[in-house]
């Protein structure tokens, strides 16, 4: 069973990452979804609506670091994911 607090609401997730982001402002749902398949990413169900599974936390780190490698992680010593009120 999933840990809830690796799981994303789909709508919310799309939404942040394109103020985020001005290049996905013309992506479609469908691109982005594939996307983040291509991350490890998993479809999940999150209070009865559509949202997305994230891989463990060092995985996403490990491949962030191939990507950009000067990358200074601000706490080493979260090894999951949290809420953000942990």
């Known amino acids: 069973m999933a840990r809830i607090d690796r799981l ?4 919310g997730l799309y939404d942040q990452a394109r103020r985020i982001s001005p290049k ?14 291509e991350r490890g990413c998993q479809n ?3 209070n009865r ?3 997305w599974q994230f891989p463990r936390l060092a995985n996403c780190r490990a491949e962030w670091l191939e ?16 809420t953000g009120g942990d």
Do not use: N, Q, S
């Not at 994303?8 to 709508?11: D, I, K, N, S, Y």
């Not at 996905?24 to 398949?37: Q, S, V």
């Open 8 to 11: 994303a609401c789909g709508e």
């Open 24 to 37: 996905l402002k013309a992506t479609t749902d469908a691109a982005f979804g594939r996307y983040l398949k």
């Open 44 to 46: 999940a169900w999150v």
């Open 49 to 51: 609506d559509r949202g």
């Open 67 to 82: 990507r950009f490698p000067d990358m200074k992680w601000h706490d080493l010593d979260i090894e999951d994911w949290t």
